[in-house]
């Protein structure tokens, strides 16, 4: 199931908005002035998606509507009493077109006692978790240092999940199974504004560095198409010997030009596969070409070329992802280049300045730029954390970037979605960001 459309009715109690996705492109360009709800509207298909019903609970709507590509429509409702609130799904099925639609009650929240947690007054949240944690981390009546306050918000959406875990369980609603099966074949991830610092685990003030963590993923990555490359080896090596007999048996239509050309694109491929980081094993490059006098070997060299192949297909989709990558990155950076080691990662480069070795000297992470921080905390993101299928909501795509970065952002999300399959939906003020792309813009409206 696709979403082809996204409509929400009385948005803050006032808006009606309507998105329909551009599905030919996979790219959807949300705009419209402050204080629309383009924010919101991401956050409330992540929510709703991703089970986080207790978003709903304080927002004012009339109805959220999702149109899918097998013509079905999804109603979101809400119930509201002075003691709970009560969330509830519909469907219209194209294939039961005649029966009358019903509605589920897919969630129940009380609120007499918690309402105020989804307050959207960040300084009276801030003020009452603090009072509720004996206020340890309250410094005064006037503010919050910046760790603190990152905490305490993270506290807050924590402190909700939890009532809702320990809520009365015996009287939770059972979604219909129509509704169970399919929710969890729509894969929304939402990267929003404040993409480089993360918490580095949960209800601790400690934070790291995204842009490390993204270098630990991709060893990560490498060191699990090494293993499966290995594996891949470890079986073709026990069979050389039979398979290698049946194929001398069999014999070979392969001609002396046709085996070389292989041999030369088995090298070319180890080469790219190189280029980006996955140093391969290439200890025969050395047989490039064969000629006249080594025509007997075609039928082993045949049998040796497939089989390499076959243990670089683990790299495959790796390569395409890290070069990809690199190749985004580094025509944004200036005077430095984005280089990925398996076993350091990701390490950058200036292309001005050596050190004593007559090296260019590596760049911390730290020292990157901010905007070059959250350009590569994106496309990673993008690139690495997606497959195909999945929606990918983008708030703000602009902060932090220059001019000439904005103008190439949606070309280099074509070349996202072309190898990973995804749709994206992006809000944004910035008319540097859709530069040429104005047939891929939805604009919200307000009230005239």
């Given at each position: 199931?696709?979403?082809n459309?996204i409509?929400v ?6 808006f ?11 790219i ?13 509207i ?8 991703s089970?986080?019903?207790y978003?709903f ?8 509507k ?9 109603s979101?409702?809400k119930s509201?009493?002075p003691d ?6 519909s469907r ?7 029966a ?15 309402n105020?947690?989804g ?38 959406y ?9 809520k009365?369980t ?8 129509w509704?169970?099966e399919?929710v969890?074949?729509?894969h ?8 480089i ?10 934070y ?14 490498i ?6 490359s ?7 090596d026990?069979?050389?010997?039979t398979?290698l007999v ?5 014999g ?8 070389n ?25 050395d047989?490039l070409q ?5 025509k ?7 049998l040796?070329?497939?089989?390499s192949h076959?243990?670089l ?6 390569f ?9 990155i580094?025509k944004?950076?200036?005077h430095?280049?984005l ?10 480069n200036s ?11 590596e ?17 990673y ?8 299928g999945?929606m990918?909501l ?7 970037l ?10 280099d999300l ?10 994206i ?5 910035s ?18």
């Open positions: 199931m696709k979403i459309k409509e009715k009385k948005l803050f109690g006032v009606d908005h309507e998105i329909s996705l551009r599905n030919e492109s996979n959807t360009i949300v705009i419209g002035e402050n204080g629309l709800g383009k924010t919101v991401l956050e409330a298909i992540n929510s709703f998606f089970g986080e019903y978003f609970v304080c927002l004012e709507f009339e109805v959220f999702f149109y899918f590509d097998n013509n079905e429509i999804w979101l409702t509201k009493y709970y609130c009560a969330l509830y799904i219209n099925n194209p294939e039961n077109a005649g009358r639609e019903k509605r589920f009650r897919i969630y129940s929240e009380e609120i007499s006692n918690k105020r947690l307050l959207r007054d960040e300084e009276l949240q801030l003020r009452e978790l603090s009072w509720n944690t004996h206020n340890i981390w309250w410094r005064n009546n006037n503010g919050l240092n910046i760790d603190d306050s990152l905490y305490l918000q993270q506290l807050r924590e402190q909700i999940k939890q009532l809702n875990l320990h009365d015996s009287k939770s609603p059972s979604p219909p199974q509704f169970v399919n969890k074949k729509i929304v991830k939402l990267i929003e504004t404040q993409r610092i993360t918490a580095k685990e949960r209800g601790s003030d400690a790291v560095s995204a842009v490390n963590k993204c270098s630990e993923e991709i060893k990560d990555m060191l699990k198409a090494i293993k499966g290995s594996e891949v080896t470890l079986i073709l026990s069979t050389y010997p398979r049946k194929k001398l048996i069999q070979s239509d392969d001609s002396l030009v046709e085996l050309t292989a041999l030369a694109n088995l090298d070319n491929r180890r080469r790219l596969f190189s280029s980006v980081g996955l140093v391969v094993d290439s200890k025969d490059t047989i064969i000629d006249e006098d080594q007997h070997l075609i039928n082993v060299l045949k040796y070329i497939d089989d076959k243990k297909d683990p790299y495959q989709e790796l395409e992802k890290i070069k990809l990558f690199k190749e985004i580094n944004r950076f200036k430095k280049k280089n990925i080691l398996k076993d350091k990662g990701l390490i950058f292309t001005v300045i050596k050190n004593d070795e007559d090296k260019f000297e760049i911390p992470a730290e020292k990157l730029s901010s905007g070059e921080q959250n350009e590569l905390i994106l496309f993101r993008l690139i690495f954390h997606s497959q195909s999945d990918i983008i708030d703000e795509p602009e902060l932090s220059h001019i000439s970065w904005q103008n190439k952002f949606i070309n074509k070349d996202v979605t072309s190898i990973n399959g995804v749709s939906i992006i809000a944004t003020h008319p540097d960001i859709i530069n040429d792309n104005w047939d891929l813009k939805v604009e919200l409206l307000g009230v005239e």
